[in-house]
């Protein structure tokens, strides 16, 4: 009996090890995936989100962001509106809002709809409210024909930063869109980390760069040499930072704005990963200094984002590269020259002067909401800090280095070190030690940790215009030719006549006493 009952349980294992049972398996629904829809085609300045979520038994948190960036949300939730939850067969069900996002049970596939009014949203802190809409990051432009949209204050996403989904948009009859998220299948991390344009837009794709603009703007071969100079300064940028690796796609907002506004001022923010925008009056060049400047700025601020992560303390570096690079990579590329970039550098050293001795670039980093000082300090002190370090750096080390390999030495050390710990003054101070073997305390604890002002001539000696080959002529060592004789004898002559000619008006002799006369009077 017993044999019996052993081999029944045996053959029946087998059975079930060969025949699994068919609600034991896994079907792809059993993984979390969600959709997103943003229809904006009736009314874009309150589009409605859909999430339609699978594979999620159990209680689904979707939230913003707390904070993306210093100070740049002006709680960003308090603009979406209209939530409803339901099952898949449109049942509603109960919905908690949190702070900053909203909380439902999920029966395994479920839809999550609300809208968003954008039509009095603002920046963060009192800094970034003043410079709107200068920083696009700040506010969503409504310029009729297109409409630009942080990922981090529309799309509600799960703390897990893995979870695959994908974006679709339903348009206005015209329109299209255009960023990172049109990519295809993506993960919730990528939703926050990049905006998205829509309108009645023209596309442009140059090797792995494609420019969005309103196709109502007509400067096309502006905007062709525009796509060139970004290339030539990424290049550039990426062969100088060891590490920098393949370049990923980036695409190019150019966004002409109706409003008259002031020149791109010192703003802390969070860069995007892929995309750089640039918000330009109508009247404005693409061209324009202030436009090509701040094209670089946003390219270095994106690239150190990607290989830099530094400690709150060490912001000054991270923005003042990234402000110091906005005047000088233009020139290493051949867009600007010497003068020009000397003199936007100057500029941004008179601003560090108004605020050096207030705080220090150290402090200005730990402020919660960077107001217009630390903003300041970072961004310009900080470029001025870096300036002083480069002329170090290019005058007393092996040839090819300067602070911008620093920052991919700085890249390198925190790849190679565990966990994700950020790298600090400290550290940024110490690798500057082993790299020129030299004690870089002192000035640390007096320039940058203290409040003492840097002066202009601790980056004098910067290398802005270095020497070509190709300009300097040959000595000629031969005779010289007839035509050149013939200048010389002319020289010679006419330097002995003067005094003949000039001799009633030169060489009269003064009255005596005429010194004393004058004098008198």
């Not at 799960?158 to 989904?165: F, K, S, T």
């Not at 255009?178 to 344009?197: C, F, K, N, Q, R």
């Not at 550039?236 to 907002?253: A, D, M, N, Q, V």
Request: a negative charge; one cysteine or more.
């Amino acid at each position: 009996m017993v044999r019996r009952t052993a081999s029944a349980f045996v053959a029946l294992l087998a059975v079930l090890l060969l025949f699994p049972s068919t609600e034991a398996k896994a079907s792809p629904s059993d993984h979390p995936f969600i959709a997103y829809r943003l229809s904006i085609s009736e009314d874009p300045s309150l589009p409605r989100m859909r999430l339609e979520i699978s594979g999620w038994n159990g209680q689904v948190s979707l939230r913003l962001p707390r904070a993306y960036g210093k100070g740049l949300m002006a709680e960003p939730f308090r603009q979406l509106r209209d939530f409803r939850a339901s099952d898949e067969q449109g049942k509603e069900l109960p919905l908690t809002i949190l702070e900053n996002g909203v909380s439902f049970s999920s029966p395994g596939r479920s839809v999550l709809e609300y809208s968003a009014d954008l039509s009095g949203y603002q920046a963060g802190s009192e800094h970034l409210r003043s410079l709107a809409p200068v920083n696009l990051q700040t506010y969503f432009p409504l310029a009729g024909d297109f409409l630009y949209l942080p990922g981090y204050a529309i799309f509600l996403a799960p703390e897990d930063p893995n979870i695959p989904c994908r974006v679709e948009l339903d348009l206005p009859t015209g329109w299209t869109w255009t960023g990172t998220a049109t990519e295809g299948e993506l993960i919730s991390g990528d939703l926050w980390v990049d905006p998205l344009l829509a309108g009645e837009l023209t596309l442009m794709e140059r090797e792995d760069l494609v420019l969005a603009y309103p196709s109502r703007v007509t400067n096309h071969l502006g905007l062709e040499e525009v796509t060139r100079n970004a290339l030539s300064m990424r290049a550039e940028l990426e062969t100088r930072l060891p590490g920098g690796g393949t370049p990923e796609k980036t695409y190019l907002f150019f966004l002409p704005l109706k409003e008259r506004v002031a020149a791109y001022g010192p703003v802390v923010s969070e860069p995007f990963s892929r995309t750089l925008a640039l918000p330009l009056p109508e009247e404005t060049s693409p061209l324009s200094d202030d436009a090509l400047g701040e094209l670089a700025r946003q390219m270095t601020a994106a690239l150190i984002k990607r290989h830099l992560n530094l400690s709150g303390d060490a912001l000054w570096f991270g923005e003042g590269l990234a402000w110091y690079l906005r005047d000088m990579l233009p020139h290493r590329v051949g867009l600007w020259g010497s003068s020009l970039a000397w003199d936007r550098l100057l500029g941004q050293y008179r601003e560090y002067e108004q605020t050096a001795g207030q705080i220090s670039p150290y402090r200005a980093g730990e402020a919660e909401l960077p107001g217009e000082r630390e903003s300041t300090m970072l961004c310009h002190g900080g470029a001025v800090v870096c300036a002083a370090i480069d002329a170090e750096l290019q005058g007393s080390v092996p040839t090819g280095m300067d602070v911008l390999r620093l920052a991919g030495i700085i890249s390198d050390m925190t790849a190679k070190r565990e966990g994700a710990k950020p790298f600090s003054t400290q550290e940024i101070q110490e690798a500057l030690t082993k790299v020129t073997g030299k004690n870089w305390k002192p000035f640390f604890d007096k320039y940058i940790l203290g409040k003492a002002v840097l002066p202009a001539s601790s980056f004098s000696s910067l290398k802005v215009a270095p020497h070509d080959e190709r300009l300097v002529q040959p000595v000629r060592t031969g005779a010289p030719g007839l035509g050149k004789w013939a200048t010389l004898i002319f020289a010679v002559l006419l330097v002995f006549s003067l005094p003949f000619f000039l001799e009633p008006y030169a060489l009269r002799p003064r009255k005596e006493g005429f010194l004393e006369k004058a004098l008198r009077e």
